[in-house]
């Protein structure tokens, strides 16, 4: 038995984050992980190696597009091995890096089941032995895992959640993608510039359906342009497995039932929230549909019992989501004053090419929470260094409120959109006016200057379009 201040369930980016900064706060913490190693989701089979993925997507892309740069490059070869080797690299590394950064500022770690055991402590089971430990605050941020379809079950090889189709052993020839999220986009991106034939099926309306419409429709024409088949407003029916592969039947938006035939499935239709089994069903925490609900400072109903990540009730399943509550929370625990994190300025960010970033509201948002809404937008086409990279689709389209000015709402679609992103981030979170970024300098020529003319565009005042 151990005494703590504070023992964290999960070490993902809620948990790990969490457990440094509270380390740096003189917090005496212990992270509780049951896998042999540090990370979570993000770094292991989710943020992380997909990024690396959606970079040498790219780079084959610029490859295969080198003439237009003026290279001339013979018997271009994808060595899909080294591709996978460098991801794998490329994450080890990175989780080595918080082993160091746990030394570094003194947390413990231990390997095992962790479960809420009452007030105060966390029994932890690792191969069938028991221990406890004490502490005085918990958080749990235990994460998620891939949903499936109703009668659809993951077998790993033909049928793939996140997790499988990022060690595949070739590339495939064909591939549906069910869901038109964040992951399943990227997914889509990346196996589409690697050859593979890739056909999305999504429910709703659009693709990126938690997006500004215009951002939906924008990447639905540049995906349809790459090649990429798209079924919106369609319901998988079944999933059978064959010699070849699977055949997917599914009803298209007029209601007609149709197949398709493909190597490989991704189901990207959502994550499930990992809270089973860890104690909460004892506590007085509300948990719903496997969600927990947290207050502002993301303190749930069982005092000493704080839950973050993507197991938070009416919270973005993001890894920067996940470590600022946190943050929040372990900052509160060590009495440093500390504002509840604002939903409304978490930015949203999807890899994909062309790249998606958002902040706040959409247009149909703001407009629904009768606010007096002025947009602008401006194309990437006026943006010189855009052309200089060779990549001038898409815009930067601003929400703001029509009197005041006050921005509302970014979305950018385009170079560097996750990148760009961050000067909106840090208008709306400094509480700046479309005005007050309008005298702001913009170095030139960068695409971050588009931002500049972005905000300017909403008082009908960009230059370069
Ligand atoms: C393919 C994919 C791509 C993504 N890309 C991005 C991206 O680019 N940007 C972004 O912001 N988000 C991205 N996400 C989402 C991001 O991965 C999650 O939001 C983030 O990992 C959530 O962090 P977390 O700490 O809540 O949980 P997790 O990262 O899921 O970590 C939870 C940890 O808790 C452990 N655990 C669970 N139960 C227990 C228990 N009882 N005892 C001990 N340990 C336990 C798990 O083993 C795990 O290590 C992506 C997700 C996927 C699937």
Not at 44 to 50: E, K, L, M, R, S
Not at 96 to 112: A, D, M, P, Q, Y
Not at 209 to 216: K, N, Y
Not at 336 to 349: D, F, G, H, T, W
Request: charged share 25%; hydrophobic share 40%.
């Amino acid at each position: 038995m151990s005494n703590y201040d504070l023992a964290i369930i999960g070490s993902g980016p809620g948990g790990y984050v969490t457990a440094i900064r509270a380390g740096q706060l003189g917090l005496k913490t212990v992270v509780i992980e049951k896998d042999g190693f540090l990370g979570g989701t993000c770094l292991h089979v989710g943020c992380i190696p997909t990024k690396v993925l959606l970079h040498h997507a790219e780079l084959y892309d610029h490859f295969k597009n080198a003439a237009e740069y003026g290279f001339e490059v013979s018997g271009l070869k994808l060595n899909w091995a080294s591709v996978l080797a460098r991801k794998d690299k490329i994450v080890k590394k990175h989780a080595k890096g918080i082993e160091l950064l746990f030394r570094k500022n003194k947390v413990e770690s231990v390997t095992g089941w962790g479960r809420w055991a009452g007030p105060g402590r966390v029994s932890v089971e690792n191969a069938g032995k028991k221990t406890e430990i004490q502490s005085r605050n918990i958080i749990l941020a235990t994460g998620s895992e891939a949903r499936s379809l109703p009668g659809v079950e993951i077998d790993g090889q033909t049928v793939l959640s996140n997790r499988e189709i990022l060690e595949l052993p070739e590339v495939p020839k064909s591939l549906v993608v069910v869901g038109a999220g964040a992951v399943g986009v990227e997914f889509a991106s990346i196996f589409n510039s690697f050859g593979t034939e890739v056909t999305i099926l999504e429910m709703l309306p659009r693709v990126v359906p938690l997006e500004d419409e215009e951002i939906s429709a924008e990447l639905d024409k540049s995906f349809r342009k790459k090649g990429i088949k798209i079924f919106t407003e369609s319901k998988v029916d079944t999933v059978k497995k064959d010699a070849k592969g699977v055949t997917v039947s599914f009803k298209d938006k007029e209601g007609k039932a149709q197949t398709l035939q493909a190597e490989k499935i991704l189901i990207a239709v959502g994550r499930r929230p990992m809270t089973e089994n860890c104690g909460l069903e004892k506590s007085k925490a509300k948990v719903e549909r496997g969600f927990v609900h947290v207050g502002p400072l993301m303190e749930t109903a069982e005092p000493g019992l704080y839950a973050i990540g993507d197991i938070v009730a009416g919270m973005p399943q993001l890894a920067h989501a996940a470590s600022m509550e946190g943050i929040t929370a372990v900052t509160k625990m060590a009495g440093k004053p500390v504002q509840p994190l604002e939903r409304s300025r978490i930015p949203n960010a999807t890899y994909c090419e062309p790249q998606i970033g958002s902040i706040g509201l959409t247009e149909k948002q703001a407009r629904e929470a009768g606010r007096a809404v002025k947009t602008g937008k401006f194309p990437f086409v006026g943006n010189s260094k855009a052309t200089i990279l060779g990549s001038h689709g898409g815009f930067i389209k601003v929400v703001a409120d029509e009197e005041y000015g006050e921005i509302l709402g970014v979305h950018i679609i385009g170079p560097l959109a996750t990148e760009i992103l961050a000067e909106a981030v840090t208008a709306m979170q400094l509480e700046a006016t479309i005005d007050d970024m309008m005298a702001m300098v913009h170095a030139h020529p960068t695409v971050w200057e588009a931002m500049g003319d972005a905000f300017a565009s909403v008082r009908g005042m960009q230059i370069n379009v």
